[in-house]
């Protein structure tokens, strides 16, 4: 069973820039949920999708948005972005649990570097 | 409000000897909990959970963990260690709020590096 893929795995941008980052979910998984880990910041939670509805958002600034798309992927995009955006970000899937209890299953993350 | 604090930033270990990495947590209702391990470079890895039951939890790599409710605590276990099982270990709770809503989020603490030497 193939896991959470996520591409880029890499990508470079500039300061002001927008970018599109994409994940797609384990089959049968509805939840997509997004992850930022950025240096000396650790695991900072940004986005949770559940059958293409935002469902909660972390405490990041509205440049960080996304969607879910009808076959359960989901895009996380940054606009003007800032150095501080330079991070792992990781994409996660579950079958989405009611009370929190479902198991979240990671990718192997997008790398942005921000100049 | 739910948080994690792993008490420890590195924990260094010889081969074979044993291991401890410490997690405590914060929730204001039943938590569920997991340890989740990262190599360089890649994703989280999931090692264990626990949701219920059972509070002395088994996982992958011969790793366990014990929930303890009185402490606060869900502390990682392994009785020897390999030279593969360095890596950075991340403790994280979920649940849901008063309500009954799922926080649709992983806390997580701040990872703890395990170094073996041989």
């Known amino acids: 069973e193939a896991g959470v893929t996520q591409s880029p795995t890499h990508l470079i941008k500039t300061r002001g820039q927008q970018v599109t980052l994409r994940c797609s979910p384990i089959?049968?998984?509805?939840?997509v949920y997004w992850y930022q880990q950025a240096l000396g910041l650790g695991l900072q939670f940004l986005l949770w999708?559940?059958?293409?509805?935002?469902?909660n958002r972390g405490n990041f600034p509205p440049r960080f948005s996304g969607r879910q798309f009808p076959n359960y992927s989901s895009e996380l995009n940054v606009n003007a972005l800032e150095l501080e955006d330079s991070a792992l970000y990781l994409c996660?899937?579950?079958?989405?649990?009611?009370?929190?209890?479902?198991?979240?299953?990671f990718g192997p993350g997008t790398r942005l570097t921000v100049l | 409000a739910q948080s994690v604090t792993q008490l420890d930033s590195q924990v260094p270990v010889f081969e074979e000897a044993p291991v401890e990495l410490r997690c405590n947590y914060s929730?204001?209702?039943?938590?569920?909990l997991f340890w989740y391990v990262q190599y360089p470079n890649q994703g989280l890895q999931l090692l264990l959970k626990?949701?219920?039951?059972?509070?002395l939890v088994k996982g992958i790599n011969g790793f366990e963990a014990e929930f303890k409710k009185s402490e606060t605590s869900f502390h990682l276990t392994k009785p020897s260690a390999h030279m593969s099982d360095a890596a950075e270990y991340f403790c994280?709770?979920?649940?849901?709020?008063?309500?009954?809503?799922?926080?649709?989020?992983?806390?997580f603490g701040q990872g703890t590096i395990l170094t073996v030497h041989p």
């Open positions: 089959s049968g998984h509805t939840s």
């Open positions: 999708y559940d059958e293409g509805e935002e469902r």
């Open positions: 996660a899937s579950s079958f989405g649990g009611l009370l929190g209890e479902d198991t979240q299953y």
């Open positions: 626990y949701l219920s039951g059972s509070t």
């Open positions: 994280a709770v979920s649940g849901a709020n008063a309500g009954g809503t799922s926080y649709g989020k992983l806390t």
């Open positions: 929730s204001s209702v039943p938590p569920y």
